[in-house]
């Protein structure tokens, strides 16, 4: 799949299709609000890097500009019944909760050949509306070995999604922030964290806390007659969002709780093996 996506690249009759059918859909059914798409460059290799709350979001990304747009999709996903879809429409595979040389690789193919990355900091969803995981140092290693501009960007509302299959009809608002320049930091010997924990992230953080204290068309109906005004305060006041440690995936979390679970399910019955074996000795 790698050498297929590093060689093919994107099926750009297939996508403009996808997109043309999509692009409306989304935006009438999620009431789609983007701004700032100005920061992403016309040409020329960049990484865009959201915040990550559903599988839904790399379309999101996808609908904001004309450009081709390349993301990392997780292995399962392109091994399932529509991975050759998601592979042709510029996904490639990355194995989570690990070093994945290869996708690594993949990336860094697409950059130099002066493509559009999408790659999500947080490695997995979020789901909690009210917090963001911390970010890996992926795309910030990737802007700064390939010099590609990094370019913030906050998703609020994309958080619980669906009612089962269907999806909920919620409003989306896209924010891309103004790209930051790798090549400001070369040579300075804390490039890597200065560049994705403090200018990166702290800027998807705030502009996902803005969005989170925007009030919702009845409050600001009750704000502009002046009956709203504390509870808008309330809002924003509470709006910043918690930073979580690193979130690992589902699948891994999932493993662990099934293996603590059997831990703590064994430990009756290894006890009682124990006193039938002291019994026995006996």
Same mark, same amino acid.
């Given at each position: 799949?790698?050498? @297929?996506?590093?060689?093919?690249?994107?099926? =750009?009759?297939?996508?403009?299709?996808?997109?043309?059918?999509?692009? *409306?859909?989304?935006?009438?059914?999620?009431?789609?609000?983007?701004?700032?798409?100005?920061?992403?460059?016309?040409?020329?290799?960049?990484?865009?890097?959201?915040?990550?709350?559903?599988?839904?979001?790399?379309?999101?990304?996808?609908?904001? =500009?004309?450009?081709?747009?390349?993301?990392?999709?997780?292995?399962?996903?392109?091994?399932? *019944?529509?991975?050759?879809?998601?592979?042709?429409?510029?996904?490639?595979?990355?194995?989570?909760?690990?070093?994945?040389?290869?996708?690594?690789?993949?990336?860094?193919?697409?950059?130099?050949?002066?493509?559009?990355?999408?790659?999500?900091?947080?490695?997995?969803?979020?789901?909690?509306?009210?917090?963001?995981?911390?970010?890996?140092?992926?795309?910030?290693?990737?802007?700064?070995?390939?010099? @590609?501009? #990094?370019?913030?960007?906050?998703?609020?509302?994309?958080?619980?999604?669906?009612?089962?299959?269907?999806?909920?009809?919620?409003?989306?608002?896209?924010?891309?922030?103004?790209?930051?320049?790798?090549?400001?930091?070369?040579?300075?010997?804390?490039?890597?964290?200065?560049?994705?924990?403090?200018?990166?992230?702290?800027?998807?953080?705030?502009?996902?806390?803005?969005?989170?204290?925007?009030?919702?068309?009845?409050?600001?109906?009750?704000?502009?007659?002046?009956?709203? @005004?504390?509870?808008?305060?309330?809002?924003?006041?509470?709006?910043?969002?918690?930073?979580?440690? #690193?979130?690992?995936?589902?699948?891994?979390?999932?493993?662990? @709780?099934?293996?603590?679970?059997?831990?703590?399910?064994?430990?009756?019955?290894?006890?009682?093996?124990?006193?039938?074996?002291?019994?026995?000795?006996?």
């Amino acid at each position: 799949m790698h050498v @297929a996506a590093r060689e093919r690249g994107v099926d =750009t009759r297939l996508y403009a299709l996808i997109r043309s059918l999509l692009a *409306p859909a989304l935006r009438l059914w999620f009431r789609v609000r983007i701004s700032g798409s100005e920061h992403i460059p016309s040409h020329g290799a960049a990484i865009v890097a959201p915040n990550h709350k559903s599988f839904l979001d790399a379309f999101f990304v996808g609908i904001a =500009t004309r450009r081709h747009v390349r993301f990392m999709a997780k292995t399962e996903l392109l091994e399932g *019944p529509l991975g050759w879809l998601f592979l042709r429409l510029g996904a490639f595979p990355v194995r989570r909760g690990e070093a994945d040389v290869e996708a690594m690789k993949t990336a860094r193919s697409i950059l130099e050949q002066g493509g559009l990355l999408v790659i999500f900091p947080e490695g997995t969803r979020v789901e909690d509306p009210d917090a963001l995981g911390s970010p890996h140092h992926g795309a910030g290693r990737l802007a700064l070995q390939t010099g @590609a501009p #990094i370019i913030p960007a906050a998703i609020a509302g994309t958080h619980r999604l669906w009612l089962g299959p269907f999806p909920k009809p919620r409003r989306v608002q896209l924010t891309f922030l103004p790209a930051i320049e790798p090549g400001q930091l070369s040579g300075r010997p804390d490039a890597l964290g200065e560049l994705v924990d403090r200018r990166l992230w702290q800027s998807v953080q705030s502009e996902y806390s803005r969005e989170l204290a925007r009030p919702g068309m009845i409050l600001a109906g009750l704000t502009a007659i002046g009956l709203g @005004a504390g509870l808008l305060a309330r809002r924003r006041t509470s709006a910043a969002p918690r930073l979580l440690g #690193i979130v690992e995936p589902r699948k891994i979390r999932r493993r662990k @709780a099934r293996a603590q679970l059997r831990e703590q399910l064994g430990h009756p019955w290894r006890h009682l093996r124990a006193v039938r074996s002291g019994n026995m000795r006996r």
